[in-house]
């Protein structure tokens, strides 16, 4: 069964401070590794998609990588606003797969 | 102009009750799913449908039952409600097996 491990389960930083989140993943293949970020309240809202190890893909802040067995979410210079809930999922190859989700690490930004 | 949308946000209850959630997305997307969120932030997939036709059926006691009356529409009844039903239960689409996009969910309180 496929499995997506975060950590830490809470980060916080200080503004300005960059830091990392990590995602280890077991799947049989991927078809697609997913980012999202929830903030309280509210549904997941995407932010990436990597598909094959050694790709990277940017986003203002945030740049996330990927290996065989691992993801990491790069945040640099963070601001207060980068505050929510990072949730890294997993998507199997072939037909009708469902995403597996990991339980997120929150991350709180201080002024 | 919501993407997914569902309701009710709020949904308090006793046990033993029949309760529905509904929700509909009007970005044309052809896959529609169920998710439900517990207390520590786990996503976990409950229910997806295809062009109406389902396509993931997680193990899900038979007291819920998702209906797909059209491609933009995908309900979710409970019945015979237990204080263990009690969560955010998310409704998302896509196009098959891409992105998803969330509603802002559905938080239930089974007393």
């Known amino acids: 069964e496929d499995q997506v491990t975060q950590s830490p389960e809470a980060l916080r930083l200080q503004e300005g401070e960059s830091s990392s989140l990590n995602c280890s993943y077991t799947?049989?293949?991927?078809?697609?590794l997913f980012w999202y970020r929830q903030d309280p309240g509210k549904g997941p809202e995407f932010l990436f998609t990597l598909y094959s190890a050694g790709e990277e893909k940017e986003k203002e802040r945030l740049k996330a990588t990927l290996t065989k067995k691992e993801s990491f979410l790069h945040i640099t210079a963070p601001k207060p606003e980068d505050s929510a809930t990072y949730l890294c999922?997993?998507?199997?190859?072939?037909?009708?797969?469902?995403?597996?989700f990991g339980t997120g690490t929150k991350l709180q930004v201080i002024p | 102009d919501t993407a997914v949308s569902q309701t009710p946000k709020y949904l308090v209850t006793q046990m033993g009750n029949d309760k529905s959630i509904k929700c509909e997305q009007n970005?044309?997307?052809?896959?529609m799913y169920w998710y439900k969120q517990d207390s520590k932030k786990f996503l976990k997939i409950m229910f997806s449908y295809n062009n109406k036709e389902l396509i993931i059926n997680e193990t899900v006691p038979n007291r819920f039952s998702p209906k797909s009356p059209d491609k933009a529409h995908l309900n979710l009844h409970i019945n015979s409600l237990e204080l263990g039903d009690s969560a955010v239960y998310f409704c998302?689409?896509?196009?098959?097996?891409?992105?998803?996009?969330f509603g802002s969910g559905t938080q239930l309180s089974v007393l």
């Open positions: 799947v049989s293949g991927l078809r697609g």
């Open positions: 970005l044309g997307h052809d896959t």
């Open positions: 998302a689409s896509s196009r098959l097996n891409e992105k998803l996009f």
């Open positions: 999922a997993v998507q199997a190859p072939g037909g009708y797969q469902k995403v597996t």
